[in-house]
T-cell receptor, first 110, second 110 residues
Framework: QQPVQSPQAVILREGEDAVINCSSS?????VHWYRQKHGEAPVFLMI?????EQKGHEKISASFNEKKQQSSLYLTASQLSYSGTYFC???????????FGQGTELSVKP | SQTIHQWPATLVQPVGSPLSLECTVE??????LYWYRQAAGRGLQLLFY??????ISSEVPQNLSASRPQDRQFILSSKKLLLSDSGFYLC?????????FGQGTRLTVV
């Protein structure tokens, strides 16, 4: 039931773009995205609901492809502050438990 | 506004000692509440999940237990800690439009 994230790690230069994917073998109700800095708690970025949608948050946006049961997080014109580990959390139904992927470590270099 | 309080931030306990971690939520009612554990450099393991007072779902068999005595209070306990219980413990809550973590408790069992 655990979603699968890819890639496991990515290194970028400032200003470059990245895509992080989150896939499930089961039909999802919602996908939640987080960023975690070292030693801190994860910070909520956005939630996407079934029905297929896209959301934007500054230069970070995400989409949810219900047919593929896959969500993608897009980071454009990356900044040093984007560094951290990105997690997706998925729920199979409304009010269902939230299960997390294994995380994607993103490093942005100057 | 909605906030989540988790304490203490750090804790060092001897093997065999009891544990009690508390989490309270403000600004929302009837949230889903979660306890996760994160080992160093690893993902978020769901330990317990609650949809209401007294309703606890245990995800991983271990020597930990959880209780929800009030709608916005979630407690993680152990009668006797093991070395393997060390980790970063995170309380989280979710509602329809998102999910949020407390600051976390870094537990070291010595």
């Amino acid at each position: 039931q655990q979603p699968v994230q890819s890639p496991q790690a990515v290194i970028l230069r400032e200003g470059e773009d990245a895509v992080i994917n989150c896939s499930s073998s089961k039909a999802l109700y919602s996908v939640h995205w987080y960023r975690q800095k070292h030693g801190e708690a994860p910070v909520f970025l956005m939630i996407l609901l079934k029905g297929g949608e896209q959301k934007g948050h500054e230069k970070i946006s995400a989409s949810f492809n219900e047919k593929k049961q896959q969500s993608s997080l897009y980071l454009t014109a990356s900044q040093l502050s984007y560094s951290g580990t990105y997690f997706c959390g998925t729920a199979l139904n409304q009010g269902g438990k939230l299960i997390f992927g294994q995380g994607t470590e993103l490093s942005v270099k100057p | 506004s909605q906030t989540i309080h988790q304490w203490p931030a750090t804790l060092v306990q001897p093997v065999g000692s009891p544990l009690s971690l508390e989490c309270t939520v403000e600004g929302t009612s009837n949230p889903n509440l979660y306890w996760y554990r994160q080992a160093a450099g690893r993902g978020l393991q769901l330990l317990f999940y609650s949809v209401g007072i007294g309703q606890i779902s245990s995800e991983v068999p271990q020597n930990l237990s959880a209780s929800r005595p009030q709608d916005r209070q979630f407690i993680l306990s152990s009668k006797k800690l093991l070395l393997s219980d060390s980790g970063f413990y995170l309380c989280a809550w979710s509602v329809l439009d998102g999910s949020f973590f407390g600051q976390g408790t870094r537990l070291t069992v010595v």
